[in-house]
Each structure stands twice: as structure tokens, then as C-alpha cells.
């Protein structure tokens, strides 16, 4: 399961007319390739089944609406990427009176996560989790400015939801010690063919931006997705913990992001700003 975002909730947010209607695209699109893929290359490939749903991820009640949809049709999830999000936005609310970033890059993929774990567990499942160097270079944890509160920057807002990305995976793992499930983060690089970095045009912001991902040139979409699939053969996140890739390479991540008293304080912010839509969870998971 993946999800591509429209940030509809966020009123400043105003997309380029042309992508209002990808995920009806993209399933087309993914069905084209299989089925030339089956033709050409792959008799033996198994039938494509594709189920779209809609999610809002700036929007508690569309992702409710999301989880609750994806629970009634009771399906296996053996792995969940959580690849949809926003950069450089300038500062804006959701219609739930979050900090943009901190709610469509961060808090509403943890609230998924919240739920769907037992379904993942079920199935000895992943949850890939695509950070940012962002995280390391933009980043600045500090407790009472989660959301900009006291200092504004919009950068540092993104490069503290990818912190944030990266510190949940870590801390969902070490709470979950005995369950099936794999958490694994990745850096993909510079994504030339998305529409993340749209309406950023300042030189200085891109000099920003540059600096996030120096470690790693320019690729496409379909690069990051023969990534994913290599790490899944390889398994080598099997053998370790805090897994965070730059693309294939297993690196360590920043050293807020292993801070387990910050996971610890981030997971207490974020539980009470969703108490109103925490799943009542089967007994092994109650100790969270």
C-alpha cells in the first residue's frame, strides 16, 4: 500500500491543474506497464488487482475515513510505504488546526500506522517509511517548537517531519519487540520527476534543498521503486536495528533520530493530539 497526496485541506496549497488527477492515472498507468510487462517479458505473472482508495492526509476524518475502509475490506498489508507528503509549504493550518508539514509528512501516517500495526503484524509485514537527509541537515528538535510554535521556517518544518518520520519507525520497533513487523527507512535521493519541490523557486531554498540530498544524484520515481525491490531481496534490514538506507546503502541515521528519550517525547506529543482517534488495540499492543 502507497498513497499519493492532494493536499486539499490546506487552503494556501494550490497545486498545478495537470496533477488534480494522478491516482486514477497512476492506476492506469500501473496496469499499462503490467500488462505489457506480462505480454513481453513475463508470461507467468500473476493478475494485477488494484484498489484505489481515498486519503487526505491533512484531514484526521479522511484518514479515518481511509483506515476504516481499508479494515472492511479486510485485506492482507504485507508491506505499507508511507511515501506521500509536502516541502517548503509556506505556513499554513489543516482544517484540524496542525502545522502542515508536521501533519501530512508525520502525524497522520503515524495514525495509520496506529491502526493498520496488527494488521501488519498478521501478515509479518514492513512499513517503509521514505525519509529525507532533510532530517539530518534541516532538522532542529526542540520540544516546544514542534510545529513552529515559538520560530517559523518552513524548511526547518520539513526537515523536522522527516526527523519525525524517522524517530516513529525507530520508536514503533522498540516498542514492538516480539512482533513480526519490520520498520525501514529511506533516503531516496533527488526525485527529479515529482511534484514535492513545485512551487519553490528561491535560489537560496534550493541551495537548501541541494544540501539535503549531496549524498546522492538526481534519479526518477522508477529508480526509487528498483530500490525498494532490491532491499526487499537482499533483506539485509533483517540484521539490524534503526534501519535507515540512502538508497541501497544501509547508513546510520542522525543521532536525534536514535535519541530514544526524544522518540519517547514525541510519541507522548503526538498520542495526545490524536486521543480522539486512537484504535483500541489487541492486549500485546496495550503497553504503548
Known amino acids: 500500500m502507497g498513497a499519493f497526496h492532494i493536499p486539499r ?10 496533477i488534480l488527477d494522478p491516482p486514477l492515472k497512476t492506476v492506469e498507468q500501473i496496469k499499462s506497464e503490467h500488462e505489457y510487462e506480462r505480454t513481453y517479458n ?5 493478475d494485477l488487482k488494484l484498489v484505489p482508495m481515498e486519503l487526505d492526509l491533512a484531514s484526521f476524518a479522511s484518514a479515518m475515513a481511509f483506515i476504516n475502509e481499508f479494515k472492511r475490506q ?5 508491506i505499507m510505504i508511507l511515501n506521500a507528503g509536502i516541502a517548503g509549504v509556506k505556513k499554513t493550518m489543516t482544517c484540524d488546526g496542525i502545522e502542515s508539514h508536521f501533519q501530512v509528512n508525520y502525524l497522520t501516517h503515524f495514525l495509520i500506522c496506529l491502526h ?7 501478515s509479518k509485514g514492513i512499513v517503509i517509511t521514505i525519509a529525507s537527509e532533510a532530517h539530518r541537515v534541516l532538522a532542529k528538535f526542540k520540544v516546544n517548537n514542534f510545529q513552529g510554535e515559538k520560530k517559523y521556517g518552513r524548511f526547518e518544518m520539513y526537515g523536522n517531519s522527516k526527523l519525525f518520520q524517522v524517530m516513529s519507525a525507530f520508536a514503533f520497533e522498540r516498542r514492538l519487540p516480539g512482533s513480526n513487523i519490520k520498520f525501514v527507512c529511506l533516503h531516496p535521493g533527488h526525485v527529479t520527476d515529482t511534484s514535492l519541490g513545485q512551487h519553490i523557486s528561491d535560489m537560496s531554498v534550493l541551495y537548501l534543498m541541494r544540501q539535503c540530498f549531496y549524498a546522492v544524484s538526481g534519479c526518477h ?3 526509487v521503486a528498483e530500490n525498494i525491490v532490491e532491499i526487499l531481496k537482499q533483506r539485509e534490514f533483517e540484521y539490524h536495528s534503526d534501519v535507515y538506507y540512502e538508497c541501497r ?7 536525534d533520530a536514535r535519541d530514544a528519550g526524544k522518540q519517547d517525547q514525541l510519541w507522548a506529543y503526538s498520542l495526545n493530539l490524536l486521543k480522539l482517534y486512537l484504535p483500541t488495540l489487541p492486549p500485546h499492543f496495550q503497553h504503548w
Open 42 to 46: 513475463t508470461p507467468t505473472a500473476s
Open 221 to 223: 520515481a522508477s529508480d
Open 249 to 255: 546503502t544501509l547508513v546510520e541515521a542522525s543521532p
Open 9 to 18: 485541506s490546506i487552503p494556501s496549497f494550490n497545486p498545478d491543474p495537470s
Open 116 to 122: 493498520l500495526i496488527p494488521i501488519i503484524d498478521e
Open 74 to 78: 479486510q485485506l492482507k498489508l504485507d
